[in-house]
């Protein structure tokens, strides 16, 4: 996307009314690719006989992926849209991939994977390149169609991709179609087929029974018109940012709920960490997930304001803090998913990526216990293939020390001392409108999720669907 307009930076907070331009300058490249030499620095730093290496990370596979027809073609591509005889309609889920493919998130995927991409991503957690390298890809990106749709593409190499009112979205080229996998799918990507996997019954289960790849002509950046679209910056715009920042280390935090002080505790510690490794100056990107998710948890949009008090009550620092909406869905596939949401970050400039407890992971969707082991995650990071370059860092748990009356680090050899507030136990507690202990969330954040579980009351006492249910 920054091949086609100035980066969009907000210089004093990230939580600004409208987006500033910077007037820094933005080099502009071909479609497909964007340069990685301007993003990086050159200098080292050595402490204590220790020397670091300051830059931001290569993108995997060398490049960013930019899907995004540049501005001057763009009239010439939607009339070319226009003349495609076969569309698929894309629902929200589906559209959702068309943005993490066409910024480059997933580089360096080029489309909708082709089968052979597919089984590499289902079996091997990752894909291996052209020239032997191998990059992590740990969930299926695809875009199921049915037998009616298979018939009337035919012969046909291309396809138009449009959204739920018929507008082109897209032209998907040198297409390939093969089985939908569903059950095999689901078993690998989730380690279980029981009946309840939110994105399963969401995206799979309905979907056709058939796979279709190719390669993606994204017509104009994907925008969603509900207030957060400046919140949602490209990884070509977070690499800027970081430049213009100053930043000779990008140290990723990935949440789809509330930041509480136990998540702060780990993002605040982590830059005393890099700064004691000899860096000058890490940056943080919390990077909340803003597509799918499941109809309990908390919508974007209430997360987006609870962030931005998080930043104005000064319980995360603006001014070393960028925060960024990651538009991918939430897929609840714990270990598999991590491998996503970490490898996505590289391609964002994250040399170091937070991880905790149970990431990614939900309870079991028919028995009482979590889905996964909570260790597996970070212990699955550490050796995922295509990782290597990426520094994971695992944290303890954090919980709520009674005698400091705050969150702090688990020390077991007083367990006695330390509140376990769980997701579940926070949200009663908002519910009733009740207040956690002093230190555990700030309190204008806490207003918010209170405001939130009072929003869905009311709505409920009208006979109106909440946000929740219908984002989901």
């Not at 080292?44 to 899907?67: Q, Y």
């Not at 990782?387 to 969150?407: C, H, S, W």
Request: glycine share 8%; net charge positive.
């Amino acid at each position: 996307m920054a091949s086609s307009a100035a980066a969009i930076v907000f210089s004093d907070s990230p939580f600004r009314s409208s987006p500033l331009i910077h007037n820094h300058h933005v080099s502009r490249h071909a479609p497909g690719s964007v340069s990685v030499s301007a993003v990086s620095l050159s200098r080292r730093v050595s402490r204590r006989g220790l020397a670091v290496k300051s830059a931001l990370i290569e993108p995997d596979g060398g490049k960013l992926m930019n899907l995004v027809v540049e501005e001057s073609r763009r009239r010439v591509m939607k009339r070319e849209a226009e003349t495609v005889p076969i569309r698929i309609k894309l629902n929200r889920v589906d559209l959702e991939w068309v943005h993490v493919l066409s910024e480059g998130w997933a580089s360096p995927l080029k489309g909708f994977m082709r089968q052979s991409e597919f089984l590499q991503t289902l079996h091997f957690n990752s894909i291996r390149l052209e020239d032997g390298s191998v990059v992590n890809m740990s969930v299926p990106i695809v875009l199921a169609i049915d037998d009616d749709q298979k018939f009337r593409i035919g012969d046909s190499n291309r396809v138009t991709l449009v959204d739920s009112v018929g507008n082109p979205i897209a032209i998907l080229t040198d297409i390939e179609i093969y089985k939908h996998p569903k059950e095999e799918r689901i078993a690998r990507t989730w380690g279980t087929t029981a009946r309840g996997l939110p994105y399963a019954e969401e995206a799979i289960t309905k979907a056709g029974n058939w796979l279709i790849g190719g390669d993606l002509q994204v017509l104009e950046p994907i925008k969603y018109n509900d207030g957060l679209d400046r919140f949602r910056l490209s990884p070509s715009q977070l690499r800027e940012e970081f430049i213009r920042r100053g930043a000779d280390a990008v140290f990723a935090f990935q949440l789809r709920n509330p930041v509480h002080n136990g998540h702060a505790l780990l993002m605040t510690d982590t830059r005393i960490r890099l700064l004691e490794m000899g860096y000058k100056n890490p940056v943080l990107l919390l990077n909340p997930l803003g597509g799918f998710t499941k109809a309990d948890d908390v919508p974007l949009s209430w997360r987006m304001r609870q962030h931005e008090k998080v930043l104005e009550d000064g319980v995360l620092d603006p001014e070393t803090t960028v925060v960024s909406i990651f538009p991918s869905p939430m897929l609840y596939a714990g270990p598999t998913e991590v491998q996503w949401h970490a490898k996505a970050r590289i391609n964002a400039g994250a040399n170091f990526y937070i991880v905790g407890r149970d990431p990614a992971g939900m309870g079991h969707p028919t028995e009482k216990r979590d889905l996964y082991d909570a260790d597996h995650g970070k212990k699955v990071l550490s050796m995922a293939p295509g990782l290597e370059r990426l520094n994971i860092l695992p944290f303890k748990v954090a919980a709520y020390d009674k005698t400091q009356g705050k969150m702090a680090f688990f020390d077991p050899s007083r367990s006695q001392d330390f509140l376990f507030i769980s997701g579940t136990k926070m949200r009663g507690l908002a519910k009733k409108k009740e207040n956690p202990p002093d230190g555990f969330m700030c309190p204008s954040g806490w207003k918010v999720l209170v405001d939130y579980y009072d929003s869905l009351s009311a709505e409920s006492g009208n006979g109106r669907v909440s946000e929740a249910v219908a984002s989901a």
